[in-house]
């Protein structure tokens, strides 16, 4: 067993910390800030990287001392570059683990892995959610009660244009009435993706404990046992020998006019 921390890089558009009060109050050290203060652990070498910076702090360089990254998004998708998002959705193949927080479902490395849209119904007036758990067996899942809920967030509903190979471990239920897939799994190449909803940027979840129970599990669950690139593709040689064949398939009957 690899007992070495999880190397995580939480990557932040930073957008709304730098143009909205709410979120400054209540972020000052910008969601990343806070996810890392929060999930801060022996088990965990953590690291923040944000839009501004050169490569959008994802060099190669990065993302090879990257374990597990987290990814939080929302007006700036746009903005992040394609050759980056490649970079990254070629480094989940190899192995590493991927979580997509909230607004994410609308960036391009999750449209990208996810494979749809994305898209969903939102409304934004601060109301109740209720979180299922309904893979408790999941370790996505441990230690959490059966269900919690978060008193102020943004409602999410379906129908949510996400792949059918998903696998949902987290329900939610709005005070509205919708509800939603709000976790689930995916594997894409060798690498883990976790889909997790809560998050709205002037709402308060970062500081819920069992939103950071469900992150911090992700990321034990996410860590790639070994980084595995794809090996080869072109393979000559067999391993046992192969009759030869007669390719005149004419003559062999096989095509016929
Ligand atoms: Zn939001």
Known sequence: MNTSPI????????????????VQK????????TLAKKLA?????IHTATLDEPEHGLTQDVLNNTDVLLWWGHAAHD?????IVARVQQRVWDGMGIIALHSAHMSKIFRALNGTSGKLHWREVGEKERLWVIDPSHPIAAGLP??????????YGEPFMIAGDAKVILMSWFEGGE??????TL???NGKMFYFRPGHETFPSFYDPNVIKVIAN??????PAAFMPYPKTHVPEALENISPKDFDFGKAGIVRE
């Open 41 to 45: 652990s022996p088990e965990l070498a």
């Open 146 to 155: 059966e269900h919690f809920e978060l008193p102020y967030e943004e409602m």
């Open 7 to 22: 190397k995580v890089t939480i990557w932040n558009e930073n957008v709304h910390e730098k143009t909205n009060p709410a």
């Open 79 to 83: 903005r992040v570059v394609d050759s």
């Open 179 to 184: 509800i939603f897939r709000s976790g689930f």
């Open 218 to 223: 992700a990321i034990r669950w996410a860590r």
């Open 26 to 33: 209540l972020y000052p050290d910008g969601l990343h800030g």
């Open 187 to 189: 594997q894409r190449g």
